[in-house]
């Protein structure tokens, strides 16, 4: 589009700022362009926020999309200086977390799928995979969470030492093992079964059992202990 036909919100009628129209009409009324507008607050001369959202969105084809973006992304992105990537980055973040809030207020797991609802929102845009473990105690309720490694899941990464020394050193009763597939296909590997089997052994010698191991893979999850692969 040639320059001269952007304008700047101010340039806009009232009816068709994004803030005036969330005040008149209520957030749910927007789309999603104006909301991040209202994010991003100002764009440059010739290239108001409203541009600068709706570039992103045809970028990225969606805010689920956008939202696996971090700081350092944002930031490279035209328009977006370091205010407005810190602002992005933190409404993500804090939209990821209220997805998850359900799972905070468990007593306890009952399920794989309560552990799935709570990492599926956190873990399905991932582009990298990422092992954790989950620590519980005797009552079989979650008090940490441990990340691993980060990167391609091999043997190397994913050593026995690593995944059970907190264990140890926090006196866990049992740990769920969980890591995400950017994928998308929630199929465990091979190597996937090999580690997993390869971390029972170990704890059985240890004395902290392994409840599960879930992959993540965009909104779906496969389960060791549904699939009775432990």
């Known amino acids: 589009m040639p320059e001269n036909n952007h304008r700047t919100i101010k340039e806009l009628s009232k009816d068709d700022r994004p803030r005036e129209r969330l005040q008149k009409f209520g957030a749910s009324n927007l789309s999603d362009s104006e909301l991040l507008a ?35 992304e944002f930031k490279k992105f035209k328009g977006l200086a370091e205010t407005k990537a ?10 990821k977390r209220i997805q998850s809030e359900p799972y905070v207020l468990l007593t306890k797991i009952q399920k794989p799928q309560d552990i799935a609802n709570y990492f599926i929102p956190k873990l ?10 989950l620590l519980l105690n005797s009552s079989n309720k979650i008090f940490r969470e441990i990340i691993v490694s980060q990167g391609l899941l091999n043997v190397s990464l994913v050593h026995p030492r690593e995944v059970f020394k907190t264990a140890i050193s926090e006196s866990a009763a049992n740990i769920i093992l969980l890591h995400n597939h950017p994928s998308g296909n929630p199929e465990p590997s091979k190597e996937d079964i090999h580690i997993t089997k390869q971390l029972v052994d170990a704890g059985k010698i240890i004395g902290i059992g392994i409840y599960d191991h879930i992959i993540i893979a965009g909104n779906d999850y496969r389960s060791f202990a549904e699939m009775r692969l432990l």
Do not use: Q
């Not at 810190?86 to 939209?95: D, K, M, R, S």
């Not at 399905?124 to 473990?133: A, L």
């Open 86 to 95: 810190v602002t992005l980055a933190a409404a993500f973040e804090i939209g």
């Open 38 to 72: 209202i994010l991003i607050r100002s764009g440059s001369k010739g290239y108001s926020a409203i541009d600068i959202s709706r570039d992103l969105i045809e970028k990225y084809s969606s805010l689920s999309n956008l939202s696996s973006c971090d700081y350092s």
């Open 124 to 133: 399905r845009n991932e582009k990298v995979e990422t092992f954790r473990t």
